[in-house]
Structure formats: C-alpha cells, structure tokens
C-alpha cells in the first residue's frame, strides 16, 4: 500500500470527536493576572474615586445656580455658555431663549459673539451662521460656567472663554 493512499478501515480525522479536555494554559493564567494587577495598579495611581476637601470641585447636581456677571464687573477673561445662535437678533429661537433664561433669573438680551475673544469664529463654524447673533450667560470663572451648563435644562450650544472686547 502506498504511504499516501488512505487505508478504508480507518475513520477520518475530522469527524473524530475530542475525547480529551482542554487544558489550560498556564501562561494565559499568568498573562491574565498580570492584567489584572496592571490594571489595579493604574486605577489606584489615577485616584481611589473619593476625594479630600482640597481637591474635591463642585457637584453641580447640589450647587446653586450661579451669578451671571456683566462684562464690565468681570476681572480678566469672561467664560460665556451660548444657548442660542442665529442670523438675526429677532428669531424666535433666540426670542424664546431670552424668555426662558430671563424665567431662571438671567438678565441676557442677543449678542455679537464678536464682543469676546474667539467666540465669533467658534459659533459661526459650529453653526455654519456666518454673522450669528447669540444668547450666552456670562461668568467669571470656568466652574460656574460648568454648574450652570450642567444644571440647565436647555440646550448649549458652546461655552467659549475670551476676554470681553465690546
């Protein structure tokens, strides 16, 4: 019989099922612990998720709303959030926008963007507006500005900081 022909008795080799378990590997076993140690360590340099009083911030769910300041009363670079951008100063969705922040207790009225650093150019290529008039709260510091846009309900469009030129 040649070496290369099959004999017919013998069953074929694909259709054989395993009769003996699986092993693991030990490496695998190693590898996984050793990611699992890795991934301990970096969770553990990159902060436990409590924090001191020092490094704490602000929980934006339980601050108070913030106070919006003027430009002229501002020291330095003003942080605006935008909620509302359009062509014109008498759309209705920034009509409706001046309303509904003037219910929160906001005095804002339409903007040029123009009036702070930066802020033009930002709105006008996210909006594709390309001389927007918008509705922005402004404040003095960046973690007002995130309480207030992460307690508003409404919609933000961007939050820009800039010196106020206007």
Same mark, same amino acid.
């Given at each position: ?20 378990? =699986?092993?693991?590997?030990? =490496? =695998?076993?190693? /590898?996984?612990? !050793? ?12 902060? &436990?998720? &409590? ?12 601050? $108070? ?7 002229? %009363?501002?020291?330095? %670079? ?28 906001? $005095? ?14 930002? /709105? ?21 500005? !995130?309480?207030? %846009?992460?307690?508003?309900?409404? &919609? ?11």
């Amino acid at each position: 019989m040649s070496p290369l022909r099959r004999r017919p008795d013998a069953r074929p080799t694909a259709s054989c099922p395993r009769t003996t378990p =699986r092993r693991r590997v030990p =490496r =695998r076993d190693a /590898l996984a612990a !050793g990611l699992a140690a890795a991934t301990l360590l970096v969770t553990a340099a990159c902060g &436990t998720g &409590t924090s001191t009083d020092t490094d704490a911030g602000v929980d934006p769910s339980a601050a $108070d709303w913030p106070a919006a300041v003027s430009p002229a %009363d501002a020291d330095g %670079d003003v942080w605006a959030v935008w909620t509302a951008v359009d062509a014109s100063a008498d759309a209705d969705a920034v009509t409706a926008e001046v309303a509904r922040l003037g219910e929160q207790g906001y $005095d804002v009225q339409p903007t040029d963007p123009a009036c702070q650093d930066g802020a033009h150019e930002q /709105l006008a290529a996210l909006t594709g507006i390309a001389e927007p008039v918008a509705v922005g709260v402004l404040f003095a510091s960046e973690e007002d500005a !995130g309480v207030f %846009d992460t307690r508003d309900e409404g &919609t933000t469009v961007s939050v820009t900081s800039g010196a106020w030129t206007c």
